[in-house]
């Protein structure tokens, strides 16, 4: 990764913080979203549904969009089998020491999961589907310290700015390995910027 690019990101966007950070273009609501999902997300909850339905619209259009609503879909899901759903979030978090090949394990399962709950309640529907994106999501609600948002797209425009070496892949060929590589070598570029 080049540094120098790096570092003339960052010294724009301190530059243009006032402009990046202002209420018209305000990027920070993803932070209110994860610091909302860790007030409301509740693991334990005795009404799971009751309780993943006051998270919805917490995450606005992070997760689900005018053409797909995959926490919706888990939202409805958690109707008819709460435990169920419960579960796929309890493995999918997991313990946060675990490596990233045990967490891209777990991402796959809950896709799985997923994938049979919308055949069993939605057969045929495309719209409540989730992805490796969607699934990281619910990862970095969770645990925002450690875990990172994944656009492929901005990924992968981003990466080729800064010349990252390592390859991303993308859809089913998605390496999450070399993406937190990267993300980390990122984090640490901040922390050495003045």
């Given at each position: 990764?080049?540094?120098?690019?790096?570092?003339?990101l960052?010294q724009?966007?301190?530059d243009?913080?006032e402009?990046?950070?202002?209420?018209?273009n305000?990027?920070?609501y993803k932070?209110?979203?994860a610091y909302?999902?860790?007030?409301?997300f509740?693991?334990?909850?005795?009404?799971f549904?009751?309780?993943?339905y006051?998270?919805?619209p917490?995450?606005?259009?992070?997760?689900d969009?005018?053409?797909?609503?995959?926490?919706n879909?888990?939202?409805i899901?958690?109707k008819h089998?709460p435990?169920?759903v419960?579960?796929?979030?309890?493995?999918l978090?997991g313990?946060?020491?675990d490596?990233?090949?045990t967490?891209?394990s777990?991402?796959?399962?809950?896709?799985?999961?997923n994938?049979?709950?919308?055949?069993?309640?939605?057969h045929g529907?495309w719209?409540?589907?989730?992805?490796?994106?969607?699934?990281?999501?619910?990862?970095?609600l969770?645990?925002?310290?450690?875990?990172f948002?994944?656009?492929?797209?901005?990924?992968?425009?981003?990466?080729e700015?800064?010349?990252f070496s390592g390859?991303?892949?993308s859809?089913?060929?998605?390496?999450?390995?070399?993406?937190?590589?990267?993300?980390n070598e990122i984090?640490?570029?901040i922390?050495e910027y003045?």
């Amino acid at each position: 990764m080049d540094k120098s690019i790096l570092n003339n990101l960052f010294q724009k966007y301190i530059d243009g913080f006032e402009t990046i950070n202002s209420p018209e273009n305000n990027e920070t609501y993803k932070w209110a979203i994860a610091y909302d999902w860790k007030e409301l997300f509740d693991i334990n909850a005795p009404d799971f549904a009751a309780m993943l339905y006051k998270v919805l619209p917490t995450t606005v259009n992070l997760i689900d969009n005018s053409k797909v609503e995959p926490l919706n879909g888990l939202c409805i899901y958690s109707k008819h089998e709460p435990d169920t759903v419960r579960e796929m979030f309890r493995n999918l978090f997991g313990n946060k020491e675990d490596d990233i090949d045990t967490m891209q394990s777990r991402i796959d399962h809950f896709l799985i999961s997923n994938e049979k709950l919308t055949d069993k309640y939605a057969h045929g529907s495309w719209r409540y589907a989730n992805a490796q994106n969607t699934v990281m999501a619910y990862i970095f609600l969770n645990d925002p310290e450690n875990n990172f948002l994944y656009k492929s797209t901005e990924v992968r425009k981003f990466a080729e700015c800064v010349n990252f070496s390592g390859e991303l892949g993308s859809g089913k060929t998605f390496n999450i390995k070399e993406y937190y590589r990267m993300c980390n070598e990122i984090v640490d570029a901040i922390k050495e910027y003045p």
